[in-house]
Nanobody
Framework: EVQLVESGGGLVQPGGSLRLSCAAS????????MAWVRQAPGKGLEWISH???????????TYAASVKGRFTISLLINKRTTTLQMNSLKPEDTAVYYC?????????WGQGTQVTVSS
């Protein structure tokens, strides 16, 4: 059974940093691309980052324009974990953050972790 569990969210002031983690199980972690998606209050889902391992921790990555240069996605392959380092946070980054994986034709999602950026 595929399971994804996010952690690391919280309340942070503008300009601060947070590191989110997503622990994965139920599939061969290094064979699949992982993504982070967020949903701000009253808005739809926004894809923000994607990584494919190619067998290394910092594989091929892509970012949405809204987070490029501020967020960094990485893999800890031996820990089956995807991380999202978020720096220079802005109030508009406030959202529930989800990791997901496309596995055997289906998308699997974690339960999400709340990030609130406020002074």
């Amino acid at each position: 059974e595929v399971q994804l569990v996010e952690s690391g969210g919280g309340l942070v002031q503008p300009g601060g940093s947070l590191r989110l983690s997503c622990a994965a199980s139920g599939f061969t972690f290094s064979d699949y691309a992982m993504a982070w998606v967020r949903q701000a209050p009253g808005k739809g889902l926004e894809w923000i980052s994607h990584i494919r391992s190619d067998g290394v921790s910092n594989g091929r990555t892509t970012y949405a324009a809204s987070v490029k240069g501020r967020f960094t996605i990485s893999l800890l392959i031996n820990k089956r974990t995807t991380t999202l380092q978020m720096n220079s946070l802005k109030p508009e980054d406030t959202a529930v953050y989800y990791c997901n994986v496309l596995y055997n034709g289906d998308y699997y999602w974690g339960q999400g972790t709340q990030v609130t950026v406020s002074s």
